[in-house]
């Protein structure tokens, strides 16, 4: 079974500061993707980043990066100048390659941007 | 390109009723997931549907039913509402049907609330 957990409920940044969001996941497969979505108030989820879990680089999407530690099972989501229209829900999700589109979410991170 | 199209956007049903909620994708795409989000339990998924053919099942009792028609809008059924099944339900597309290298594109989701 694979699990994901995200252990701060809500986080909150000052405006151009820099923030990271923590996640780590349980599963026993070794081909997997991580991916962190963002659901701001309007409901739609987006996608921010994804990681693939055989590469060892740390995925990067312009202020969004990831601090992958696959030993630890551990993804990380830092948010660098956080800007007023990041505030929102994060969600870290885990997916294997021979599953679809099963995704199994961890119960989110409400993020807060202050100005 | 129109995005992913839910509707309802809001439902009030009575415990014991039936309801159908229906998801139009991206157009070119085959792939369309349901997940439920609640406040307690985060996303889980429901199942999946590619070209027309349910690919792969979450936890849920039967009561929980999908299909998708040959134009890859799907349709979502829950039959004799439990209080319980009051959440937000988000439908998901993508092209190949794998969420490694197919994105998922959510809808903006469909609030049931069950009374």
């Known amino acids: 079974a694979q699990t994901v957990t995200q252990s701060q409920p809500e986080m909150s940044v000052q405006e151009a500061e820099t923030v990271t969001l923590s996640c780590t996941y349980d599963?026993?497969?070794?081909?997997?993707?991580l991916f962190w979505y963002k659901q701001p108030p309007s409901r739609q989820m987006i996608l921010v980043i994804r990681?693939?879990?055989?590469?060892?680089q740390n995925a990067t999407e312009n202020r969004f990066s990831v601090n992958f530690q696959k030993a630890a099972k551990s993804f990380s989501l830092k948010i660098s100048d956080s800007q007023l229209g990041d505030a929102a829900m994060y969600f870290c999700?885990?997916?294997?390659?021979?599953?679809?589109?099963?995704?199994?979410f961890g119960t989110g991170t409400s993020l807060t941007v202050i100005p | 390109k129109a995005g992913v199209t839910q509707t309802p956007r809001y439902l009030i049903k009575t415990r014991g009723q039936q309801v159908t909620l229906s998801c139009s994708p991206i157009s070119g795409h085959r792939s369309v997931s349901w997940y439920q989000q609640t406040p307690g339990q985060g996303l889980q998924f429901l199942f999946e549907y590619f070209s027309e053919t349910q690919r792969n099942k979450g936890n849920f009792p039967g009561r929980f039913s999908g299909r998708q028609f040959s134009n890859s809008r799907s349709e979502m059924n829950v039959s004799t509402l439990e209080l319980g099944d009051s959440a937000l339900y988000l439908c998901?597309?993508?092209?190949?049907?794998?969420?490694?290298?197919?994105?998922?594109?959510f809808g903006n989701g469909t609030r049931l609330t069950v009374t």
């Open positions: 990681q693939e879990a055989y590469k060892q």
């Open positions: 998901a597309s993508s092209f190949q049907g794998g969420g490694w290298n197919s994105p998922l594109h």
């Open positions: 999700a885990l997916t294997l390659t021979n599953t679809g589109n099963q995704f199994y």
């Open positions: 599963t026993s497969e070794s081909d997997y993707y």
